[in-house]
T-cell receptor
Framework: GDSVTQMEGPVTLSEEAFLTINCTYT??????LFWYVQYPGEGLQLLLKATKADDKGSNKGFEATYRKETTSFHLEKGSVQVSDSAVYFCALSDGGSYIPTFGRGTSLIVHP | NAGVTQTPKFRVLKTGQSMTLLCAQDMNHEYMYWYRQDPGMGLRLIHYSVGEGTTAKGEVPDGYNVSRLKKQNFLLGLESAAPSQTSVYFC??????????????FGNGTRLTVT
């Protein structure tokens, strides 16, 4: 079946540091890939998405590129802010299933 | 546009009590999901629905029941609450999985404590 693996957290950074959160996946079909963000006390919300190989999703300074050859969708940001502190979830949707597959989430803590 | 609305936001139950969590969406989405989120466990799917009048079991369905009598509403019931059901419950909806414009839309959660 489908699966998503994210790096373990928490990831702790200082403000303005470079961020990478690794995400790899296995899928039987050709999935769409997503990053969601969950701020404290809130539900998940879509951060960015990509639907085919080499597509780059971007939003709020975050980027991720759909790499079919390495089955990866790593999340990056060049300069994090304290307000980026949240839990980030990588996910995929495969057209052959009604059920999206989520990673376990990676907590990001940004210190001033 | 309210999106996905969950009620109540907080609830404390005693072991053996029952309750219903309500999820309402105003986006005309076909698919709806109930998840629970526990520390270190990520999101676990309880039940889901692919349309009005249909429901299906997810990864952790035991102790829960659901109903989708109207397209916009998805109810999650706990018949006899247990301390193991202490969790944060999230409802989500989507137009159709697998399509680029069909990410999940989540509510803000219901925090349930069972004593």
């Amino acid at each position: 079946g489908d699966s998503v693996t994210q790096m373990e957290g928490p990831v702790t950074l200082s403000e303005e540091a470079f961020l990478t959160i690794n995400c790899t996946y296995t899928a039987t079909g050709y999935p769409s890939l997503f990053w969601y963000v969950q701020y404290p006390g809130e539900g998940l919300q879509l951060l960015l998405k990509a639907t085919k190989a080499d597509d780059k999703g971007s939003n709020k300074g975050f980027e991720a590129t759909y790499r079919k050859e390495t089955t990866s969708f790593h999340l990056e940001k060049g300069s994090v802010q304290v307000s980026d502190s949240a839990v980030y979830f990588c996910a995929l949707s495969d057209g052959g299933s009604y059920i999206p597959t989520f990673g376990r989430g990676t907590s990001l803590i940004v210190h001033p | 546009n309210a999106g996905v609305t969950q009620t109540p936001k907080f609830r404390v139950l005693k072991t053996g009590q029952s309750m219903t969590l309500l999820c309402a969406q105003d986006m005309n989405h076909e698919y709806m999901y109930w998840y629970r989120q526990d520390p270190g466990m990520g999101l676990r799917l309880i039940h889901y629905s692919v349309g009005e009048g249909t429901t299906a079991k997810g990864e952790v369905p035991d102790g829960y029941n659901v109903s989708r009598l109207k397209k916009q509403n998805f109810l999650l019931g706990l018949e006899s609450a247990a301390p193991s059901q202490t969790s944060v419950y999230f409802c989500a909806s989507s137009y159709r999985t697998g399509a680029v414009n069909s990410p999940l839309h989540f509510g803000n959660g219901t925090r349930l404590t069972v004593t």
